[in-house]
């Protein structure tokens, strides 16, 4: 990946429990006197990465990632209970306040850049700049798209293979008919239920599709906390009050520095999304990369995002 930062490993983690239920895993890499970024991952239940720290230069930045509750090295593994948006928020915060940063930096794609407009419309005063990739507002609109309609017009194939845990009957409404398999007791069912889940996100989140992701959402494990989070989300809604709400609360961060970064040809959020963002809140830089789809590893994605994490590491 000739536009990334070299690998580089966390100068400190650690675990922090943030309920009664939930600990939270957190890394910091970088440099520690750097300017702070909290680096907010995808899925909901995606869990780190560490391609993810090699967005930043590590002499400039200080970069905190965090496992999202239920996911990654966080406990319990792909617990659906006290995991809601607003939960996250306050963990944000919570992170924040225990490392004693007044504020930081806010990078998230996907669910990461659902989850950065929620933090910051909550917390308006706290990012001092928004990096936000591959556009998702959890609207019904989006959600249709990718999982019951849409999307499968372009990846009939692999749409072929989503379809395949749930009998007829059952297709009409796809979430639904996954929620209840993915919460099932049976744990071949949930199992089952959340590899192909897991595998059609995988499938269709680049222009060119590759080996290394397919299996690792194969992972039974990594697969059961990715399908179990993303679609308890999405039952509820993303936990808003309003399916607009971050587009209608869109005046409390204008002042915040802001990139957009959106692939033309992403099909897990489609740019329509991007462009209602852009359109509500012109004052940020939108930057379309014409030859690019969902995932944060294409080469024209990556190019755009390290540039904006550059122009964005002095104090
Ligand atoms: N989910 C979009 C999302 O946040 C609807 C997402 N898609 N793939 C990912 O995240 C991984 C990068 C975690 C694979």
Redesign the pocket.
Known sequence: MKYLYPAIEPYREFDLKVSELHTIHIEESGNPNGKPVIFL????G??IEPIYRQYFNPRKWRVIIFDQRGCGKSTPHAELRENTTWDLVADIETIRRYLDIDKWAVFG????STLSLAYSQTHPNRATELILRGI?MLRQIELHW?YQEGASYIFPDAWEKYLEPIPENEQGDLIEAYYKRLTSNDERVRIEAAKAWSIW??ST?KLYQNEQ?LHH?GNPKIAEA?ARI?CHYFINRGFFDDENQLLNNIDKIRHIPTVIVQGRYDV??PMRSAWDLHRAFPEAEFIVVPDSG???TEPGIAKELVKTTDKFEDF
């Open positions: 991952h995808g899925g909901p995606g869990g794609g996907s669910w990461g998702f990718f996100e995988a989140s992701s959402f990715f993303e897990v959020c969902h995932s944060m």
